[in-house]
């Protein structure tokens, strides 16, 4: 028994988490040629995680960018929320795999 409570100890301790924003107001966006297709997005939020990875100061998460209809309606929903000043909750892939040190969009959601 005391073997299956330090693995299972030893897994929690190991395991990270997305990074999240609720209740955010999307600050900034940014899109550069010189750095490929993706979208920057900078959110405030009170009570906002990030996941290890996550080492910029200047942006929250990136989104990259491609011809899905999913992806479209991503970019809409955070031009249409930065626009609007209305808050979002933005979810993190819990990797930076798309831009080093800024975590992957995964998700938004429209408050």
Same mark, same amino acid.
Do not use: H, W
């Given at each position: 028994m005391k073997f299956y409570s330090c693995l299972l100890f030893l897994l929690a301790a190991s395991t990270t988490w997305a990074g999240?924003?609720?209740?955010?107001?999307?600050?900034?966006?940014?899109?550069?040629?010189?750095?490929?297709n993706k979208l920057f997005i900078k959110a405030v939020s009170s009570s906002q995680? /990030? %996941? $290890?990875?996550?080492?910029? #100061?200047?942006w929250?998460?990136? !989104?990259?960018? /491609? %011809? $899905?209809?999913?992806?479209? #309606?991503?970019?809409?929903?955070? !031009?249409t929320a930065h626009a609007t000043n209305t808050q979002v909750t933005l979810i993190g892939a819990d990797n930076c795999s798309t831009f080093s040190a800024i975590e992957t969009?995964?998700?938004?959601?429209?408050n």
């Open positions: 999240e924003a609720p209740n955010a107001r999307i600050e900034r966006v940014m899109l550069d040629t010189s750095l490929g995680t /990030n %996941t $290890s990875c996550q080492q910029n #100061a200047v929250n998460f990136v !989104l990259p960018l /491609n %011809t $899905s209809s999913v992806n479209e #309606a991503m970019v809409s929903y955070i !031009l969009l995964k998700r938004i959601e429209i």
